[in-house]
């Protein structure tokens, strides 16, 4: 199967500053998505990105396919966006396959 | 709108005793999953489905048996329970185009003791 690799593996921010988590596939993958997990454990889905680019509100992500790579950009953080984020993609054998994710701690 | 939900939400079990993780969803999604995440390992897949009575394989099925007798219902057995199968445990599910958009219940924690 594919491997997933996300960089860095931890992440520590003042409010309000800018940043970019990277997701790297060994292979080339289809239905890439975005994870967030709360501290509380909750994952809620972010964005299901397999090329180009999208917006929600101050998140936003970059796939570029062909290159077997995506970015997650986070603007003016706020503390809500500690947790752990993970990136996923299928690879040939249809199957999700995560990344071990990044962790964000956002200090007020 | 009860979405994706998961019983029982923790559970506490010995070595050897059979265990069943239930998750319910009310979009009528063709797809349900099963993961595990441990630390170390991120979440890993245990068990997908495809549409009811249909069940194939993930990356880590050993020790587990699911079936799916209704498209709402997915649960997951652990039929004689170990130490190493102490994990959080994720229910998801998606519509049938291609397991687009994963949508996670809230988990359940299992401590084998």
């Excluded at chain 1, 890439?32 to 889905?45: D, K, T, Y």
């Excluded at chain 1, 090329?51 to 509100?57: D, E, I, L, V």
């Excluded at chain 2, 709402?72 to 102490?86: D, H, M, V």
């Amino acid at each position: 199967g594919i491997q997933v690799e996300q960089s860095p593996p931890d992440l520590i921010l003042q409010e309000g500053a800018n940043s970019t988590l990277r997701c790297n596939f060994s292979d080339s993958v289809n239905n890439l998505q975005w994870f967030h997990q709360n501290p509380w454990g909750q994952l809620i889905n972010l964005f299901y990105i397999p090329s180009g680019t999208k917006q929600n509100g101050r998140l936003s992500a970059t796939t570029v396919a062909t290159e077997r790579y995506s970015l997650l950009y986070i603007s003016s953080s706020q503390t809500t966006d500690s947790g752990v984020y993970f990136c996923a993609g299928t690879g040939a054998n249809s199957k999700l396959t995560f990344g071990k994710g990044i962790t964000l701690s956002v200090r007020p | 709108d009860a979405g994706i939900t998961q019983s029982p939400r923790y559970k506490i079990t010995e070595t050897g005793r059979q265990v069943t993780l239930m998750c319910h969803q009310t979009w009528s999604h063709s797809y349900m999953f099963w993961y595990r995440q441990d630390l170390g390992h991120g979440l890993r897949l245990i068990y997908y489905s495809a549409a009811a009575d249909i069940t194939d394989k993930g990356e880590v099925p050993d020790g587990y048996v699911v079936s799916r007798s209704k498209t709402e219902n997915f649960p997951l057995t652990l039929e004689s329970a170990t130490r190493s199968q102490t994990s959080v445990y994720f229910c998801a599910s998606s519509d049938s185009r291609k397991q687009e958009t994963q949508y996670f219940g809230p988990g359940t924690r299992l401590l084998v003791l």
